[in-house]
């Protein structure tokens, strides 16, 4: 379809006398706009609310409902432990075996009651609100050291797409830039330039490069706050590879407008562009069993969401007036710059009184996903220092407690691993004492005994039994979500191809699973004992690492699950840990074998396969567009709009025409 751009920009154009250029950096921002933004203080809570919302009822009930369940379940699955391990008397040993496994068996029950709700409530529709006044929006995407084509398509894209929406609302574009690669600066200006020639002289499109990246991506968006937030009433935070349709951005300036308490929306972004089989992997399982989990979240969320850093749109005074982050005091790895800092903001901007809310199907947000089992690690690494700071914050006054749960589940999204590695680890020790073990015993009077009504089920079964259940639940009611809905399942390429891709998924995900357990370890391990990495920019495309680069990579897992054949072949260790040492064992390999673009056979048969494989989101389509005209001959993508009518060369004001795939059409 040919999409015409002289319709996209409606702006009057910006002087080049508005542009500031300096040596330290590069500026082509317009007119400051200062915006006070304190520094807030951790110790004591604001003298007063800044905001006040409306009589909104805390949805105390459904909270309790859904926490009481989970721990409820855990509950049991506790006292079946602790019953095991009484055959032969109660030690203090065996009960901090039941509580690690109990404290881990609460997150996947809550996980699993999530689900629940999401697959029993029907799917939300976002109302269409009618703003009495419209907002000037900012779209900001902050940048270090990325593709800068990839950026500027992106941007170009987003732009042209909110401004063909009738909207009350004006929108300009931020790129914010971190990058301290030369060479990757001098392509990022070339880049902006060209885009401010593509878009036309009248484009809202900015560009600033920082000298000094401090405090990273919340410290760049704290400046652009501080110098040029003022002249704008809220901003649309992205991350380098998201994309969201005009549609959706302007739906979020409507809600914002329409309601003075929303002081930050949060959407639901799926994933794109995945290529390997772990992109693939991740690109499958957030589709299918991503929007149960957050429906339900939104369910008891209601006013007190959490924010995920991007895709989202944030009210800019109220950000300013109550979000700015303090240093952590103190030396080591949990001082200094705060690194996870969209929980941390959103939890600031509830105690001063704003809603934060999640949006879990309003549609047209979507993010890249990390190519590669390494460097989904790699990324890992970076937010668990990010994460673990949170143990340090969870105590701020004046934070509501949804706030203090939503930073104590970061901490614990971390924490687990290395607890379920110990409840291992202790476990193995269990199984030396065979009647004492939680994998050994075989008989023992019990809650789950009298439900069975006297089968031959063995307790050892039993909890194992449960524990798979719930956790596989969420992925069972969002296959049972695709079969019951024919429309849906179509989309999906009919039942039998999601069937055969949920069990792919569920095979590699549990082979995976024991790998990643090690590996957010050792995260924790190097960031508690100072030896974190620092923040590098995230690999965007799948690197081919040798099965040399990868055994070092996997070493300690390989090593971990060698130890593990020779205990199970000598009797020490118990066979229900098979699964943990195969997906030990073969770390290296797997790993290499996820990395790789999928097969054709994959994609021709379907395999992993996302609606948004087959029908390309247009506003996808419209950023690869602009993708290939940054990186190919003008010629060859464009034709000059006057060209084409009187074969004048029009120069850099130019109209372009774009001819984007048939999917990128309304």
Known sequence: MVVPMDQAVKRPPVEEGAFTEISSGSFHMPPEAAL???????????????????????????????????????????????????????????????????????????????????????KSTTKKQSPSVGLKV???????????????????????????????????????????????????????????????GGAEIFYRRRSQNTDQKAGNIAEWCRQWGGAYDAMVVLDADSVMEGRTINLLADEMAADPDVGLLQTVPRLIKGETYFAKLQQFATAVYGPLLARGLAFWFANEGNYWGHNAIIRTRAFAACAGLPQLAGKGSLSGSIMSHDFVEAALLRRAGWQVR????????????????????????????????????????????????????GVMSYLAAPLWLLFIGLGLFATMDPPASIFMVGQWPSIARELTLGTNLSPTAGLFATTMVILLLPKLLGLTNLWVNRALIEQWGGWSRVSVSMLIE???????????????????????????????????????????????????ESFAGIGLVVGIASGVVSL??????????????????????????FERLGILSVPENTSVPPIVALAQAYLHRFEQDANESFVRLDTLENGADVGGDAIPIIFAPAAAGD
Not at 77 to 98: D, W
Not at 140 to 154: D, G, L, M, R, S
Not at 576 to 601: D, E, I, K, N, Q
Request: net charge positive; proline share 5%.
């Open 138 to 200: 900012a779209l900001i995407i902050p940048a270090y050291n990325e593709h800068a084509t990839h950026v500027f398509a992106n941007a170009c894209a987003m732009l042209e797409s909110v401004n063909k929406v009738r909207s009350c609302h004006e929108y300009a574009l931020f790129v914010l830039s971190d990058t301290n690669d030369l060479d990757l600066a001098a392509q990022e200006e070339a880049a902006f330039r060209e885009a401010r020639e593509l878009l036309g």
């Open 576 to 601: 229900w840990l098979t699964p943990v040492m195969v997906g030990l064992v073969f770390a290296a390999p797997l790993s290499a074998l996820v990395s790789r673009h999928s097969s054709y056979l």
């Open 506 to 556: 569920v095979l590699l995900s549990a082979a995976i699973a024991p790998v990643l357990m090690i590996q957010q370890t050792r995260a924790v391990v190097r960031t508690l004992t100072g030896r974190a990495k620092g923040w590098q920019p995230q690999r965007r495309v799948a690197k081919n690492d040798t099965l040399r680069e990868l055994a070092r990579v996997h070493a300690i």
């Open 358 to 409: 999640l949006l879990p199907d309003l549609g047209g947000s979507y993010e890249e996903t990390p190519p590669s089992l390494v460097d989904h690690i790699a990324r890992d690494q970076r937010w668990c220092r990010g994460n673990l700071q949170h143990t340090r914050i969870v105590s701020t006054a004046g934070l509501h407690p949804m706030s203090r749960f939503h930073l104590l589940h």
């Open 36 to 122: 006070a933004m304190p520094v807030q203080d951790l110790a004591r809570p604001p003298i007063h609310t800044i905001h006040k919302t409306g009589a909104s009822q805390s949805p105390t009930r459904r909270r309790t409902a859904v926490l009481g369940t989970a721990g409820i379940a855990t509950g049991i699955l506790l006292y079946e432990t602790l019953v095991a391990f009484s055959v032969q008397g109660l030690s203090v040993y065996e009960v901090a075996v039941a509580v690690l496994f109990a404290i881990n068996f609460f997150w996947i029950a809550l996980a699993a009651v999530n689900a629940v709700i999401g697959f029993a409530m029907q």
